[in-house]
């Protein structure tokens, strides 16, 4: 099992910029495929950014393409979510979520684990 607990969420002007962290316990970590996910008040959860047990692959969607990267440290067992160009529409709370199947994990029914999020607000 993974229990995953993010941080690094706040409070940021338009135009700035966050690190959000994800920190898994267990030896396993390695073998999963991460992904975040967010979810603003009043709509579903959506895929952000995905990456594979290396760290080789990513993929994001169009949304935040070019402005978030993804990436990972697996001697931490750390994953991370750099968010840069922060517009108002950004603001949502931000989860981490594993997977053992990285083709999976652009789709929130994909997920296996998933932590309890942390919060990002994105003001004018």
């Known amino acids: 099992q993974v229990q995953l607990v993010e941080s690094g969420g706040g409070l940021v002007q338009a135009g700035g910029s966050l690190r959000l962290s994800c920190a898994a316990s267990?030896?396993?970590?390695?073998?999963?495929?991460m992904g975040w996910f967010r979810q603003a008040p009043g709509k579903e959860r959506e895929f952000v950014a995905a990456?594979?047990?290396?760290?080789?692959?990513?993929r994001y969607s169009d949304s935040v393409k070019g402005r978030f990267t993804i990436f990972r440290d697996n001697a931490k067992n750390t994953v991370y979510l750099h968010l840069n160009s922060l517009k108002p529409e950004d603001t949502a709370v931000y989860y981490c979520?594993?997977?053992?199947?990285?083709?999976?994990?652009?789709?929130?029914?994909?997920?296996?684990?998933w932590g309890k999020g942390t919060l990002v607000t994105v003001s004018l």
């Open positions: 979520a594993a997977t053992l199947n990285y083709e999976a994990a652009k789709d929130k029914d994909g997920m296996h684990y």
């Open positions: 267990g030896r396993t970590f390695r073998s999963y495929a």
């Open positions: 990456i594979n047990w290396s760290g080789s692959r990513t």
